[in-house]
């Protein structure tokens, strides 16, 4: 099963108030990312990385929706036959542009149009 990586500060400069604000806490938080696209931070939250704001918050809202998924299948005790590496990347090569419709709506739906 893929993991998403943890980042928890403490390791880095001991109790903190979580934030990531300075170069120290936001390289330990890098190097803990690697190549992934989500890491949770110890009690505070996820950070999401994408090539734009629309397909971060795109990311973002199908990370919590997949979390919850997640769960639930977890709480029904049968097998979990989770993504492997090769489907993961064409899935994220496909919504490279594939997340603009869906980022479109959510503006217009802020914008109540």
């Known amino acids: 099963?893929?993991?998403?990586?943890?980042?928890d500060p403490r390791k880095t400069v001991g109790p903190s108030n979580l934030l990531i604000s300075n170069q120290q806490l936001g390289k330990a938080l890098a190097e803990t990312l690697g190549q992934n696209t989500v890491a949770l931070i110890r009690g505070h939250g996820t950070v999401i990385v994408a090539t734009s704001a629309g397909f971060a918050t795109y990311r973002a809202y199908f990370t919590k929706m997949s979390a919850r998924l997640l769960l639930q299948a977890r709480q029904l005790d049968g097998p979990i036959t989770f993504l492997d590496a090769e489907e993961a990347a064409k899935i994220n090569d496909l919504r490279q542009a594939g997340y603009l419709r869906q980022w479109e709506q959510w503006k217009r739906g802020l914008a109540g149009n």
């Not at 099963?1 to 980042?7: H, K, L, R």
């Open 1 to 7: 099963m893929p993991e998403v990586p943890v980042y």
